[in-house]
């Protein structure tokens, strides 16, 4: 069983930079595909990054590729989200979610067996 618990988020002007962490708890870390996904006021809730297992073939969605860059310490049992170049589309609150199965398939093609509490990120002047 894992506990995921992001953090890192907060208030940047336009064109900033943010990094969001993923700490998670329990067993068997490295077996799962992790995903971040947000979800803004009204809209949706999207996929916007993923990384397998191994930590190789990360997939980005088209809105951030280029800006974002998504990486994980599986000793420390850590996923982070590098967030640069922030726009106010990119205001929401981010959650990372666990898949065992699935590896990095289309979001919405696979189940996920644990997903964190949210962290905001507000992108404002």
């Known amino acids: 069983q894992l506990h995921l618990v992001e953090s890192g988020g907060g208030l940047v002007q336009p064109g900033g930079s943010l990094r969001l962490s993923c700490a998670a708890s329990?067993?068997?870390?490295?077996?799962?595909?992790i995903d971040w996904f947000r979800q803004a006021p009204g809209k949706e809730r999207e996929g916007v990054s993923c990384i397998p297992d191994t930590g190789d073939l990360t997939k980005y969605a088209d809105s951030v590729k280029g800006r974002f860059t998504m990486s994980r310490d599986n000793a420390k049992n850590m996923v982070y989200l590098e967030m640069n170049s922030l726009k106010p589309e990119d205001t929401a609150v981010y959650y990372c979610?666990?898949?065992?199965?699935?590896?990095?398939?289309?979001?919405?093609?696979?189940?996920?067996?644990?997903w964190g509490q949210g962290t905001q990120v507000t992108v404002s002047s």
């Open positions: 329990g067993n068997s870390f490295y077996y799962y595909a």
């Open positions: 979610a666990a898949a065992l199965y699935g590896g990095c398939s289309d979001w919405g093609a696979k189940s996920y067996d644990y």
